[in-house]
């Protein structure tokens, strides 16, 4: 499924790849926060020494940013989404992919966010992506 970008996300790819010299392959703007997915093997370059490229994004959009790296494997972009995944199962059914992820008890609340934004976010990463249709987190 092809990816649509209005001009705000274009222009935000634009000055994060001029400020850093990385490619951005995804932008999702949400809640006052930007989501970036830098090109694969690029994201030493997007957060910078000290990560002073992010602070200067967020200096000049006024927005908190966040970067993930991407991966063609799906298994190894959740796991750059969410880091204490412990496994990943990814079904076909009825020609929907569905993940299904588990971590442990104690980063579930975290993983999932208040309200479950932070799923939302990752859900919606990860069909712009790599095309999952449901993700649940067991």
Do not use: W
């Not at 649509?4 to 490619?23: K, P, S, V």
């Not at 712009?128 to 987190?137: A, L, M, Q």
């Amino acid at each position: 499924m092809p990816v649509t970008l209005d001009t705000d996300t274009i222009r935000l790819i634009t000055l994060f790849e001029n400020l850093t010299g990385a490619g951005v392959k995804d932008c999702l703007i949400e809640n006052g926060s930007v989501y970036l997915v830098s090109d694969d093997g690029e994201i030493g370059k997007a957060i910078g020494r000290n990560g002073n490229s992010v602070k200067n994004a967020e200096r000049l959009i006024k927005k908190s940013v966040k970067i993930f790296e991407f991966s063609s494997d799906v298994e190894k972009f959740v796991k750059n989404l969410i880091p204490c995944v412990t496994a990943t199962k990814l079904k076909n059914e009825n020609g929907r992919n569905i993940l299904e992820l588990s971590v442990e008890r104690n980063d579930k609340p975290m993983d999932i966010g208040r309200d479950g934004k932070n799923l939302k976010i990752y859900k919606e990463l990860l069909q712009r992506n790599h095309d999952i249709n449901e993700v649940t987190i067991r």
